[in-house]
Each structure stands twice: as C-alpha cells, then as structure tokens.
C-alpha cells in the first residue's frame, strides 16, 4: 500500500507535522490541552440536560455493569463521534492550509493529512483516559477491556483517516465539499445511536413492519457504519462486556475498505495537487 510506503519514508516530516499540530493547536492559551476537554465536557452538559432531564431518554442500566448514568452512557459514543468528524475536518482542510507549502517543496503529501489525524489521536486518547476513569469513580469495570478499547480506537482511527483521505482529495478539487461535509455530519450525527438507544430503533422497526420485502428500518439503519462503532465502544467501555463478534468484524471491515480506497483515490490524485490549488 502506497500509503504505508509514505509514511515509512517520511517519519521524521510527520512527527514534525505531528508535533506542530499538537502545539499550534492550544497555542498560548493558559490552559493549554486541557481545552481539549471543554467542547466534550460542554456537549455532555447540554445533551445530558435536554434527553436525560427534558426529553428524558433511558437506555437502561449496562449489562453487566449495572451502570445508570446517563452522561457516561453518552460520552462512550460521542467521543468516537467527536474523534470521527475532527479527524475528517481537520484532514480535509489539511491539503489547502498548506497550499503554500505542497506547491514549494515535494514531500508525500499524505503526512499531512496523516499528521492531522495523529493530532487528533492524541487529543482522544486523553478524553477516553479520563472518560475511563469517570466510569471507574462511578462503579464500572473496563479495565479489563482496555486493550479491545485501545484495539477498536486504532480500527475507528484507520476508518477516519481513510475517509479523511477520500476528503482532502474531494475538498482541493471542489471547495464546496467543506460545506456538503458540514451538513452530512448534521444528518449523520442524528442517524447514529449517540442520543439515543439502538433499542429504540428496534422497536419502532419492529412497529413498522418490513420497508421492502423482509428488510426492515434497523436493517437499513445498521448500514451506517458509526452505529456499529458506538455499539462497540458502549459494549466495551459502559456495559463492560464483549461486543457481538458480527458487529466488530463489520467495524474492521469498513476500516480497512475505508483505508483502501482513501489510499488508492488519494496516491492517484496526489501528484496533481500543486496544479488544482
């Protein structure tokens, strides 16, 4: 994979890359990284008031954790979000912030959208640690799912960054893609189980009776793969148990065909990318 052959000959450029985009990012703000905690913290305050107080959405007690904590509940499948859009946007917008820089110098331009996404690990891997250790104070085990959790943040990170890929090669050929990608993640956000159950869904398929044939609405919906991601990381993190084997193999399949095609579309395109910004 040409991608892998990039990021071996260019080690050194993207852990500058890598380092300047952690840097830069919190850039003499007082607080310094741990504003990477306040949008997170920000939307669990305002969707824990709205569907747990207001709206008051129960997704029951974790199995078998027996945790009934709404905002822990959440925060298992919003930080995948979270992580999910940041590595896309940030890796979209990778190629023409540095327009200057692509079209002064040769270099792989993937690192640049690569280090974009290792930035964003970074910054994730301090919000599950602490989200880990909310979930500990509270009564929760998942110390010892840890390495399934570390296994499926890599497998959603590889799907991200293909996606990021298939992106930044979309939005240096049309602008307008940082737009439609906008509005795609409104819907998308609200197509996945993050506010709400997967339960939830299923009963008001069951009511609804087969769309076409024997397919039915939580069969149309399960086509989203972030629905399948956030059954995982729930699975692992706040019920404390092993996910179902078909949704974990459906995850790792749409990464590495993610991986595939943001790697092949984007070596294709990539010599190009001085001309077209």
Known sequence: MSLIADVRSSRELLVNLTRREVKGKYKRTALGQLWSLANPLAQMLVFTLVFSVII??????????????????LMCALLPWAFFTSV???????????????????????ALVVS????????????????????????????VYLPLV?????TLAAFALGVAMLA??????????????????????YLTPILYP??????????????VGDVTI???????????FSEVFRNLLYDNRLPEWGTALECVAWAVAALVAGSWVFTR????????L
């Open 150 to 154: 570390v296994l499926a943040m890599v």
């Open 56 to 73: 008051r959405i129960e997704p029951g007690k974790g199995d078998p954790s027996g945790l009934d904590v709404f905002a822990l509940w």
């Open 269 to 276: 395109h990539q010599r190009r990318l001085a001309e077209v």
């Open 218 to 228: 939580l069969d149309l919906y399960k086509l989203n793969p972030m629905e399948g």
């Open 88 to 110: 896309v946007t940030g890796g979209m917008a990778s190629l023409v912030g540095n327009e200057n820089l692509i079209k002064k110098v040769y270099f792989p331009r993937s």
């Open 168 to 189: 930044a090669i979309a939005n240096a050929y049309f602008r307008d893609m940082q737009h439609l990608i906008t509005i795609l993640f409104q819907v998308w956000f």
């Open 116 to 143: 974009s996404a290792l930035a964003t690990s970074y910054t994730w891997a301090i919000e599950m640690v602490v989200l880990v250790i909310a979930i500990l104070l509270f009564g929760g085990s998942p110390l």
């Open 198 to 211: 997967l339960s939830e869904v299923a009963r008001r398929a069951e009511a609804a009776g087969p769309v």
